[in-house]
């Protein structure tokens, strides 16, 4: 049996479950999810941090329409926020110093600090390893469970739909309506939104609509006990200039990712053991601290466009095709801007304020 909406979303990660939430104002909106349970990659697997300096441009203006809502959320019954203290400590050896000058020059928010007041911060740092260091106070822990589970929730309440086990097979238009096959039935709408994530430009081949060259990047961690005899809790989230390496505290213990960035085809993601030996390697150099047990690793995807922006809009060559994918690292910090813009674009209305939708258009990418 066919079931019908005004707009299909592809993908209930946090991309396609904040703009499906945001959509529900003015449509009837399905959110089709290819696994049991929503959440399963990119944004069941994040440490998000909130860096409102992080990105170029384009994902800069995201991060500042985003954070209002990440300090106190519409949806959230008491007007609650999702936000917490954690702070970024950048650590630079003899070798890296000039990571260090860029990352200043680059980011008024961020101060050096002398290394001594780094290892006050974070005790188990070498202090011989440091030549210099910096802090931005003003970077903040997501709860991304939480922010996830917001969205779900008013989809819901506001009369959305969410379909798991709804992997799209078929994806056809057909007299102004698109069709999606899924494995749980079939559903048509005028509109339909690629947020699938890693697999969004295979999405968008089989609606017949060009590919914009996204690039799914395997990103490693692991976890490890806490140093014995400290409370790792209020550590920020420390790394070196060079990005090579970053840990921070983890439920207790600390998390510790090579900070890699491995192209990918899209899949379940798992960690490569040499890529997490090298960054547990390099983290071991940094600490007076020595790794002897990983209690577990995991993998996720961070899918890039080519310049590294999101790709929030229409596509101007597919009528009803709208693209909500290439969130990098950048997805769940930006998610509360990005899906009223995508929101506001689907339901034509105005963008929102201080939000400008060309450079994340996907006509950027068209001739």
């Given at each position: 049996m066919t079931q019908t909406a005004d707009v299909i979303v592809i993908g209930a990660g946090m991309a396609g479950a904040s703009a499906a939430a945001e959509m529900t104002r003015g449509a009837k909106v399905v959110v089709l999810e290819s696994e049991p349970h929503p959440g399963y990659h990119s944004t069941g697997r994040s440490a998000a941090i909130f860096i409102q300096s992080y990105g170029n441009a384009a994902v800069r203006q995201l991060n500042r329409a985003s954070r209002p809502l990440l300090e106190a959320h519409p949806f959230d019954p008491e007007g609650a926020g999702v936000l917490s203290p954690r702070g970024i400590l950048t650590?630079?050896?003899?070798?890296?110093?000039?990571?260090?000058?860029?990352?200043l020059a680059e980011n008024p928010g961020v101060e050096e600090i002398p290394p001594d007041e780094a290892v006050e911060m974070v005790p188990i740092l070498r202090r011989a390893a440091i030549e210099r260091a910096a802090f931005e106070a003003d970077a903040l822990d997501i709860d991304?469970?939480?922010?996830?589970?917001?969205?779900?929730?008013?989809?819901?309440?506001?009369?959305?739909?969410?379909?798991?086990?709804?992997?799209?097979?078929?994806?056809?238009?057909?007299g102004g309506v698109w069709r999606a096959e899924t494995r749980a039935g079939v559903f048509e709408a005028p509109l339909v939104v690629n947020a699938a994530g890693a697999w969004a430009d295979l999405t968008a081949a089989m609606a017949g609509v060009e590919p914009l060259g996204l690039r799914p990047l395997r990103r490693s961690a692991a976890i490890l006990p806490a140093p014995p005899g400290h409370a790792v809790e209020r550590w920020p989230l420390a790394g070196n200039a060079a990005e090579t390496y970053y840990f921070k505290p983890e439920a207790g213990k600390l998390m510790v990712s090579p900070a890699d960035e491995?192209?990918?085809?899209?899949?379940?993601?798992?960690?490569?053991?040499?890529?997490?030996?090298?960054?547990?390697?390099?983290?071991?150099?940094?600490?007076?601290?020595?790794?002897?047990?990983?209690?577990?690793?995991?993998?996720?995807l961070r899918t890039f466009a080519p310049d590294r922006a999101l790709v929030i809009g229409f596509d101007p060559t597919a009528e009803g095709f709208f693209w909500l994918a290439g969130q990098g690292g950048y997805g769940i910090q930006t998610a509360p801007g990005a899906a009223r813009l995508a929101a506001g674009l689907l339901l034509e209305e105005t963008a929102p304020t201080g939000i400008d939708p060309a450079p994340l258009s996907p006509a950027r990418f068209r001739d």
């Open positions: 650590l630079a050896g003899a070798d890296e110093t000039a990571h260090l000058d860029a990352l991304v469970d939480r922010l996830h589970q917001l969205y779900l929730r008013h989809l819901k309440q506001a009369g959305g739909s969410l379909v798991c086990n709804a992997g799209v097979t078929g994806l056809t238009r057909d491995t192209p990918v085809d899209p899949h379940d993601a798992w960690p490569d053991d040499m890529d997490l030996a090298e960054g547990l390697d390099r983290f071991a150099r940094a600490v007076d601290y020595e790794v002897t047990r990983v209690e577990r690793t995991w993998a996720g």
